[in-house]
């Protein structure tokens, strides 16, 4: 039987046993997700300015949904399919964000029974999704703004349940309330505000194309 060891998480009667302090600092863990994402976003904009038709908007709106796509399929999967993360003596650089993020939420290294489906639907689900949003903006297909509007209100159900299911439990999982504002709520934050305006510009778009296809059905009659 494998003995506890002494975490940093809230509440600290929380049992984890086996566990393995992160190796590397949080400062690395930081550097290297912004580097890739910053490397992910880049990308995306240079190949999406081949394209003269693509406006601004929609060239952003790919470098937003290639970004969550691969953030939901590939961070956010590593935990729902890696029960035993706060195990790994690698330093595995996975497994090592998400024993930093617990510090913020400590429902990831307790594997939360809703917190666990919550990401794992994310993953198999809204990430794919994501990426294939970035196919639509490019091409200019016509359900684009249905597939992005759809992503949208997943992401914001999503982060509603993880709030929510929190403050009803007591909020009380991050070790400070720095790690609260900053990995509770600020890493969170993007998957409020951005799916909102996304959510707007999508309906406002179906809502219009609506209005066009009704005054052209009407000039017919």
């Given at each position: 039987?494998?003995?506890?060891?002494?975490?940093?998480?809230?509440?600290?009667?929380?049992?984890?046993?086996?566990?393995?302090?992160?190796?590397?600092?949080?400062?690395?863990?930081?550097?290297?997700?912004?580097?890739?994402?910053?490397?992910?976003?880049?990308?995306?904009?240079?190949?999406?300015?081949?394209?003269?038709?693509?406006?601004?908007?929609?060239?952003?709106?790919?470098?937003?949904?290639?970004?969550?796509?691969?953030?939901?399929?590939?961070?956010?999967?590593?935990?729902?399919?890696?029960?035993?993360?706060?195990?790994?003596?690698?330093?595995?650089?996975?497994?090592?964000?998400?024993?930093?993020?617990?510090?913020?939420?400590?429902?990831?290294?307790?594997?939360?029974?809703?917190?666990?489906?919550?990401?794992?639907?994310?993953?198999?689900?809204?990430?794919?999704?994501?990426?294939?949003?970035?196919?639509?903006?490019?091409?200019?297909?016509?359900?684009?703004?249905?597939?992005?509007?759809?992503?949208?209100?997943?992401?914001?159900?999503?982060?509603?349940?993880?709030?929510?299911?929190?403050?009803?439990?007591?909020d009380h999982f991050a070790a400070s309330s720095y790690y609260y504002y900053a990995y509770y709520i600020g890493a969170n934050a993007s998957w409020i505000?951005?799916?909102?305006?996304?959510?707007?510009?999508?309906?406002?778009?179906?809502?219009?194309?609506?209005?066009?296809?009704?005054?052209?059905?009407?000039?017919?009659?």
């Amino acid at each position: 039987m494998e003995a506890s060891v002494e975490h940093p998480y809230v509440p600290r009667d929380l049992k984890l046993p086996g566990f393995v302090p992160c190796s590397l600092s949080q400062s690395a863990i930081l550097l290297v997700y912004g580097v890739s994402s910053l490397l992910v976003v880049s990308l995306v904009w240079l190949l999406s300015g081949r394209s003269p038709k693509k406006s601004k908007i929609d060239r952003w709106l790919m470098c937003w949904w290639a970004f969550t796509g691969l953030t939901h399929m590939i961070v956010e999967g590593y935990f729902a399919f890696s029960p035993e993360f706060y195990k790994d003596k690698t330093g595995f650089y996975l497994a090592e964000v998400w024993k930093e993020y617990s510090k913020g939420d400590s429902r990831y290294a307790a594997r939360d029974a809703g917190i666990v489906t919550v990401e794992g639907l994310t993953a198999v689900l809204e990430g794919p999704a994501s990426l294939l949003a970035v196919f639509a903006i490019a091409t200019g297909k016509s359900y684009s703004y249905i597939l992005q509007f759809a992503i949208s209100l997943g992401q914001l159900y999503g982060t509603a349940v993880y709030f929510v299911t929190s403050y009803l439990e007591g909020d009380h999982f991050a070790a400070s309330s720095y790690y609260y504002y900053a990995y509770y709520i600020g890493a969170n934050a993007s998957w409020i505000v951005i799916p909102t305006l996304i959510s707007i510009r999508c309906w406002n778009k179906i809502c219009a194309a609506f209005q066009i296809q009704g005054q052209k059905k009407a000039k017919v009659r």
